[in-house]
């Protein structure tokens, strides 16, 4: 999770957006829109929460491997919740 001020506030913006897509997508289902242009909003929304998504991982990334590992058991166990975000991130 973003902890800096900055970092929140640009997270929230996107999930705002997001928001904003996905009630856009709620409108044109309601009015019968033709099927590529709904389509091209899903793929807008899936590259939104893409996007989001990479932003908090980097920030966790970053997060968990600025501070100092105490020891090497430490540092593995960190490597392995990032492989583990990462498959999950993936599938």
Not at 18 to 33: F, K
């Amino acid at each position: 999770m973003p902890h800096s001020p900055q970092e929140k506030k640009r997270v929230l913006a996107r999930v705002r957006r997001i928001r904003g897509q996905t009630d856009a997508l709620e409108r044109a289902l309601n009015e019968g829109v033709e099927c590529a242009a709904v389509l091209q909003q899903i793929a807008a929304i899936r590259g939104a929460v893409n996007g989001l998504m990479s932003e908090v991982m980097e920030a966790h990334i970053r997060e968990e491997f600025s501070q100092a590992a105490d020891s090497p058991n430490v540092r593995e166990r960190q490597v392995n919740e990032m492989v583990l975000l990462v498959r999950s991130y993936l599938k």
